[in-house]
């Protein structure tokens, strides 16, 4: 049985201030999220000459690069989200069907850039850092 690819565009971001009712944010382009984790050092002279390393603390973090859009109302409350100094809920998810798998979290608004080029059309850039764990699930 081989691999099922997805295609970059299948890709959706979703935003909700509250965690229950998620609005898309539109004219996505770019929609990258990343998880980290930590290791401790944990050597001893027993472990010498190796390093032995034990499991730390992990974190997430997002970006995504959308076309500019003034009529846009998740794209107008990125920035809201961001100069109000609140939280707000992601879900990410590859492919929009039944069953996909998603991921979603508490995050804050880090950073939110427009991006305006003579020759190509405006964007909006944002950034954001988890909160709390980021659950995985099936997209219902």
Not at 35 to 60: F, Y
Not at 67 to 92: M, N, P, R, W
């Amino acid at each position: 049985m081989g691999a099922t690819e997805f295609a970059g565009y299948e890709g959706e971001l979703l935003y909700s201030a509250a965690g229950s009712s998620y609005t898309l944010v539109g004219n996505l382009r770019n929609v990258t999220v990343s998880v980290k984790k930590e290791t401790m050092d944990a050597s001893t002279h027993d472990t010498a000459p190796w390093k032995r390393k034990i499991s730390g603390l992990k974190e997430w973090s997002g970006s995504a690069e959308m076309v500019l859009c003034g009529s846009d109302v998740t794209q107008t409350t990125l920035y809201d989200v961001l100069d109000g100094e609140v939280a707000g809920y992601f879900k990410f998810y590859p492919k929009d069907y039944v069953g996909a798998k998603e991921y979603y979290g508490l995050a804050h608004v880090t950073s939110w850039e427009v991006n305006a080029p003579n020759d190509d059309v405006q964007t909006l850039a944002i950034e954001f850092e988890g909160q709390e764990e980021l659950t995985d699930g099936s997209h219902t």
